[in-house]
């Protein structure tokens, strides 16, 4: 239906909408102008020209501020509101562009040229059309502000032109994107644009969505973490925990202040960062935690200032221990050297000897004399190399190793380093920890030493390492090469006299908090500790018998209620302290027995008396040997036994009298392992001693081994030996020639109190041992070459010892 078409029509301009041909839009008017425009259409029953402002925010448009082209419309109705305003219903009907325009007072009025679509119809439009429905269907379903009747509603549209512009009434397009579509008259063109829009808006609504899902996720995320988060501080506030936050920062400024070289605070930084990022109570994070804490707890670059001064040296030295003159002095002369060359290089020193004579409190001193920090480590059973060098961190429960342990606890990178027992490690399949060790004391590697569990190099060169041992023997060949060792023997009973009076009274009086002279031990009754109840090298038994007696004192003053009385110790009131002594003193027999020989052994706590009984019962030769003997030791009985036959006419026996005879020799205090051939000699004078029935003298000990032809070879532990026989009160002693030599290492004052004789052959030790009754021979003359006919010779290539 067409309406009448004047050339002039009202014009009403339009804020914010662009009204389309076919198009049913309700308007609400309020601007005079406007109002007269729409009376004036109502009046004349004429249609309206609506056309969209360039520019919303004018109120009262020129010319100049409409677009050109509009819709020329229909009011369907009109509703005055109580306002004053407005509400018109209108429908578009037809494009039309303005020609000429009056302006009358009210309103203005307008001339137009209406514009008719073009390119309406053919197989191209339907093409367009269709696609352009298919588009718009998909985007009316994901975009909810599009009502679904209106899908319905233009499905059987076949008037491709008013699809279009229905179409484009309903997308939400910006005004000059919508006059734009208006304005295009070629149909093609105008759903070419439209199809545009819509994939833009398509994409747009797309992007948004994506967007939004993020912008939920992270809302999610956040919610979750934050939710999680006050569950875990409530969980740690129920088990009574601070809160872990502080921790870290606490942990942040310690590692801030702390000097650390820069591959060390770089990788505490990165496993700083890794804890912020994990949950607070995982176990990686005790692993992460307990690292950093390793790190930051072991000394860098911290000392203490240190420098030698020798004479201090031998001041301090004197004043912690009594004698070892040789040892201060090789001591000292190290110091020496370890001053000129500033840094330490060389050796490392390695302190031998047995228990208690002063190795590891002489390290003390050093440290002292060094103004040095001191720390001791012990490598007694140390048998697997990850015990010196840690575990590597991927073990559960990894740990650094002692080296690095000790070091946390000297805190400075300059301690002098006792490490005790050196001899007492052991190898096994886990490694061989002396190898690590030897890394540690090279003094050309040991800058960088590489813990397994730290992994990263640390610089033990400033450390002044000692070792100790109790004898070289455990101690690997290559480490011993990189020391200087210094032998410590044991002490005479003077010597221990003298220390218990200087040094071990007075300091178990301070010890146990008593002031000096509030107990004094008569000389008579030290000497009953060392001689009775203690048998030892050392002195540390004797140090722990005085502190005993120290503690029952202190009880003693407390019960009587008497806390300033001074206590004498004499020999005669130590019983009443100690009990019944333990040892029985002088171990040389009361009386010449026969068959009963007494040796001097040497073991690693010292040296020993050692007694070796034989006996004899009928039988049939054969040969037992008891007394826990190690198998050299065994050896060195049968190798005695062979030379006694051998010797057997020339000592008036039958050639074979062992045949009806077994022979049982025995060592005493069985506990004790004994091994070494060094008894040889004193097996063989117990044998011959049983054989002939001739006692052996009570005050004379022996040493040395035998060759099958009774010749002697010399033995080791040469002063601990004589010390033992010292304290066993013997009084002659027989020694093999061969160890003349070593004699003048051998303290003059133990010496000088003894008869010493150097012995080659076993006949001389008899000659000298066994106590022949006046006007008898104890060998027969007989030619030796008869003797020795028989012999085996075996080859001895055991070690002296
Ligand atoms: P080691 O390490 O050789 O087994 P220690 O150093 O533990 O022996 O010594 C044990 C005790 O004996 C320590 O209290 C030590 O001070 C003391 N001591 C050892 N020798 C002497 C000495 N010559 N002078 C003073 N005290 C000594």
Redesign the pocket.
């Known amino acids: 239906m067409r309406e009448t078409t004047a050339k002039r029509y009202p014009l009403m301009p339009l804020r914010d909408i662009v009204i389309f041909p076919g198009m049913v839009a309700p308007l609400v008017v309020g601007r005079k102008k406007s109002i007269a425009a729409l009376e004036n259409a109502m009046e004349n029953r004429s249609m309206i020209f609506l056309v969209t402002q360039q520019d919303d925010s004018i109120d009262d448009p020129g010319r100049e501020h409409l677009y050109d082209i509009g819709t020329l419309a229909t009011v369907m109705q009109l509703l005055r509101l109580p306002d004053g305003t407005i509400k018109a219903l209108v429908e578009g009907k037809r494009r039309a562009r303005i020609t000429g325009l009056t302006e009358f007072d009210s309103f203005f009025s307008v001339e137009v040229e209406e514009l008719p679509d073009i390119h309406t119809e053919g197989p191209e439009i339907e093409a367009y059309g269709r696609e352009l429905y298919r588009l718009f269907e998909e985007f009316s379903r994901t975009n909810k502000k599009i009502p679904k009747e209106i899908l319905t509603s233009i499905a059987g549209m076949e008037n491709i032109t008013r699809l279009a512009d229905t179409v484009a009434s309903h997308l939400t397009l910006k005004t000059g994107q919508k006059q734009e579509i208006l304005e295009r008259v070629s149909l093609p063109d105008r759903i070419a644009l439209l199809m545009e829009a819509i994939y833009r808006e398509v994409e747009l609504s797309e992007l948004e969505k994506t967007i939004q899902a993020k912008v939920k996720k992270k809302m999610a995320d956040t919610q979750r973490n934050y939710y999680l988060g006050e569950k875990i501080k409530a969980i740690q506030e129920e088990m009574g925990q601070g809160e872990g936050g502080d921790d870290i920062a606490e942990l942040e400024e310690i590692i801030a202040r702390k000097k650390l070289p820069d591959p060390v605070r770089e990788k505490v930084g990165k496993e700083l960062k890794k804890l912020k990022q994990m949950p607070p109570m995982s176990a990686e994070t005790t692993v992460v935690r307990n690292y950093i804490d390793a790190i930051v707890s072991l000394p860098w670059t911290e000392k203490t200032a240190s420098t030698i001064d020798i004479n201090r040296a031998e001041q301090v030295l004197e004043e912690?221990?009594?004698?070892?003159k040789k040892t201060k002095e090789r001591i000292l002369e190290y110091l020496a050297v370890q001053a000129q060359v500033k840094k330490i290089k060389g050796p490392i020193l390695c302190?031998v000897?047995?228990?208690?004579?002063?190795?590891?409190?002489?390290?003390?001193s050093i440290a002292r004399a060094m103004d040095r920090k001191f720390i001791r480590l012990s490598l007694g059973g140390v048998r697997d190399e990850a015990e010196i060098r840690g575990h590597r961190r991927t073990y559960i429960g990894a740990m650094p190793g002692k080296i690095i342990l000790s070091m946390q606890r000297a805190e400075v990178i300059n301690p002098v380093f006792c490490l005790?027992e050196v001899d007492k490690m052991s190898m096994d399949f886990r490694g061989d920890p002396s190898a690590a060790l030897l890394e540690v004391l090279d003094p050309e590697q040991n800058f960088a030493f590489n813990d397994h569990y730290l992994d990263l190099d640390y610089d033990l060169s400033e450390v002044f390492f000692i070792t100790?041992a109790?004898s070289l023997h455990g101690i690997p060949l290559p480490l011993q090469d990189r020391m200087e060792i210094i032998k410590?023997s044991g002490?005479t009973e003077e010597?221990k006299l003298?220390?218990a009076e200087?040094?071990?009274v007075p300091?178990q009086l301070e010890v146990n908090g008593f002031q000096p002279g509030d107990i004094r031990f008569s000389d008579q009754a030290l000497l009953e500790i060392v001689r009775r109840y203690t048998r030892e090298a050392?002195?540390?038994s004797?140090?722990r018998t005085i502190a005993s007696i120290c503690r029952k004192v202190a009880r003693d003053r407390l019960k009587k209620n008497q806390p300033d009385r001074a206590y004498r110790i004499s020999r005669q009131s130590i019983g009443r302290y100690l009990g019944a002594a333990g040892y029985r003193y002088g171990l040389a027999e009361e009386q010449d027995a026969i068959g009963l020989a007494t040796g001097m052994a040497w073991t690693e706590v010292g040296g020993e008396l050692l007694q070796i009984e034989s006996t004899l019962m009928p039988g049939s030769g054969k040969l037992t040997v008891t007394g826990k003997l190690g198998d050299v030791m065994q050896e060195s009985a049968r190798a005695a036994m062979s030379y006694v036959r051998s010797r057997a006419m020339r000592l008036g026996l039958e050639p074979d009298f062992y045949q009806k005879i077994d022979l049982h020799i025995h060592v005493p205090e069985g506990a004790i392992p004994k091994d070494g051939p060094s008894a040889g000699i004193t097996m063989v004078t117990s044998i011959v001693s049983a054989l002939l029935k001739i006692p052996v003298n009570r005050r004379i000990a022996m040493t040395g081994e035998i060759t099958l032809r009774g010749r002697i070879l010399p033995i080791g532990g040469l002063t601990e030996k004589l010390l033992a026989a010292r304290r066993g009160n013997i009084t002659h002693v027989l020694l093999p020639q061969e160890n003349e030599r070593d004699l003048k290492e051998v303290p003059a004052k133990i010496r000088n109190s003894l008869t010493i004789d150097l012995v080659n052959h076993v006949d001389e030790v008899l000659q000298k041992a066994l106590l022949v009754r006046e006007g008898e021979e104890l060998f027969k003359d007989i030619p030796l070459e008869s003797i020795y006919k028989d012999i085996t010779v075996s080859s001895h290539n055991t070690p002296a010892h």
């Open positions: 912690d221990h009594y004698g070892l302190l000897g047995p228990p208690g004579v002063g190795k590891t409190s002489i390290c003390r005790d100790t109790n410590l002490y010597e003298r220390i200087g040094f071990l300091k050392g002195v540390r004797l140090e």
